[in-house]
């Protein structure tokens, strides 16, 4: 029995390995086509940042406030919170880096909506963290895909960007790369506090292809990610289905369904098949 389900946790762990070097790869991707491109014979200049190194020559350096709007948070009244409605309020709880978790979900009356229009979300809206917006993850901001009637509450804030000289879905790349990352990490140096404000975040630095050359990269990684997702997805249902396999055969033996026995090879794993 020990020996079985040992085997079981052997694969599991080979197969939750196998995941992070997935990520690993698709982190890893991100980082090199969002400030190298995807032509590898182009020409390349120095950045003058150390963790980016080169970047393509033709790239220009330009500030997140130039492509974009900020706006902050209303500190709406908790009181006003209701359980069920129509307009749903983002708080901190809510923004997480793969998206939006309603698990904490509030709603404020229906007139707000139209009350407080300046704090509306909406989608294709990036929503940055303010408070302790630094988590072991990465920088706790996310790309907003949702279709609610939504208003954003304080201490978080929405950059918009500028369609006429930024992808949007390339912006959603550039803020999951390490050089992002690490420009964000600078800007909250001295600072003394674990916060950042907007004017903070759109100072940050970044190195934008044209328009037509981020569509190129935006659909490159977007077939490279969605392929190694796949991939992501494929092991964890056999992690799943190991886990399963695992507990029904020790509950098989609690519950006296199967004898287990020295002789007993009925049930050895075939690592290969799984």
Not at 69 to 80: E, H, I, K, L, T
Not at 119 to 131: E, Q
Not at 134 to 162: A, M, W
């Amino acid at each position: 029995m020990d020996d079985k389900t040992q085997k079981i946790y052997s694969l599991i762990q080979q197969k939750e390995k196998k995941i992070e070097l997935l990520k690993e790869k698709r982190t890893s991707l991100i980082n090199h086509v969002v400030t190298k491109g995807v032509n590898p014979n182009v020409e390349m200049k120095d950045s003058g940042v150390e963790w980016i190194g080169e970047i393509p020559s033709h790239w220009n350096t330009s500030k997140l406030k130039y492509h974009g709007n900020f706006f902050s948070g209303y500190s709406f009244d908790s009181n006003d919170f209701q359980n069920e409605g129509e307009v749903r309020v983002i708080k901190i709880s809510n923004i997480q880096n793969n998206g939006v978790s309603w698990e904490d979900l509030s709603f404020l009356p229906k007139n707000y909506y139209d009350d407080f229009e300046g704090f509306r979300v909406l989608k294709g809206d990036l929503i940055f963290v303010l408070t302790r917006p630094i988590i072991s993850t990465g920088i706790k901001v996310c790309f907003y895909q949702e279709e609610h009637l939504t208003l954003l509450n304080q201490r978080n804030s929405v950059f918009r960007p500028d369609v006429d000289t930024l992808v949007k879905r390339f912006l959603f790349f550039l803020v999951r790369t390490f050089y992002f990352f690490e420009e964000f990490k600078q800007q909250l140096k001295g600072s003394g506090q674990p916060n950042i404000s907007t004017e903070q975040i759109s100072n940050i630095k970044i190195y934008l292809p044209s328009l037509k050359e981020q569509q190129q990269i935006v659909e490159y990684l977007d077939k490279q990610t969605e392929e190694i997702d796949t991939l992501i997805q494929l092991e964890q249902k056999k992690i799943d289905t190991l886990k399963e396999y695992r507990q029904s055969l020790i509950s098989e033996v609690v519950t006296g369904k199967i004898r287990v026995c020295e002789e007993d090879n009925s049930l050895i794993l075939n690592s290969q098949t799984v």
